[in-house]
């Protein structure tokens, strides 16, 4: 998965450190992140020396140290940080999806929701606080479950309404406030599908700072009836697939797309 390669080797604390010219610059502008672009295709981030504006300290990884660069100029192309998976590897596509989550968190936390004062950041942790009513701000992280609902050997596959990415899928969705996590695989696939489900029981996670969330995976059984009822404002598709003919391959990327493989070689948790 995505984060495989780096995990154990992101440093995520707040220490920042001032930046030195080698250092890597993760520069966003809506939607898109300033990379340069070799000859062969390759991608790398621009450095610290190749950037004018203000720099905000991210975190380490892999002994590099990446920076934020809100309202940067640099030269180079802009491309879509949803368009990164496609062109660049694991590494650079962690670095510049949870880069994207902080940018993101930083930017909407500039001003108190409490008293509407401008925040400043504390100097020892990850937190802004406001200077006016002692608000403090941490970043924010939305859990969201991904769901392999089985069936003996079949395994529900899903896709997308309405979204750039056309793929099978599996039945995910984000969290409510007063939920846990477990209530939220039912109640997501009850939505979706309109099937009734048990025995969830938990695979793995990934970080998906796309979009600033902790995607919690699960695998469960059927409970009665197999007869799906589509939600068409959600999906597109729903539909029951044996283990050994499975529609898509492992991307190496996604979890999604690792417990879509796992379960075609009868791998998932039981
Ligand atoms: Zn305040």
Known sequence: MLQDLAFGRLENEYRPVPPKDEDAVLCFRDNALLVKRFPNGNLALPTVSRVRGELQYAFRLHGVSYYLAPNAAGEGEWIPVR????????????????????????????????CGEKTV?????????????GNLIF?????????????????????????????????????????????????EVM??????VKNIRFYKSQPWGIDGGLLLGFFCDLDG?????????????????????????DDGYSLTREMIRIFGQGKEPR
């Not at 939505?191 to 009734?196: I, N, P």
Request: net charge negative; proline share 3%; hydrophobic share 35%.
């Open 191 to 196: 939505e979706e599908v309109g099937l009734k």
């Open 83 to 114: 368009q990164l998976r496609y062109e660049a590897d694991n590494t650079f596509c962690y670095a510049a999806m949870t880069g994207w989550h902080l940018y993101k968190w930083y930017e909407s936390s500039r001003f108190c929701g409490r």
């Open 225 to 249: 009836s197999d007869a799906i009822t589509l939600d068409e404002n959600e999906l597109s598709v729903a539909q029951w697939h044996e283990r050994n003919s499975l529609p898509i391959d």
């Open 121 to 133: 950041h504390d100097e020892k942790e990850r937190m802004v606080k406001c200077p006016n009513c």
């Open 139 to 187: 970043p924010r992280i939305n859990p969201a479950i991904i769901v392999g609902v089985t069936d003996g050997d079949r395994i529900l596959l899903t896709k997308y309404a309405g979204r750039g990415y056309t793929h099978y899928a599996l039945v995910a969705g984000f969290t409510e406030i007063g939920e846990t996590v477990e209530q939220t695989v039912s109640r």
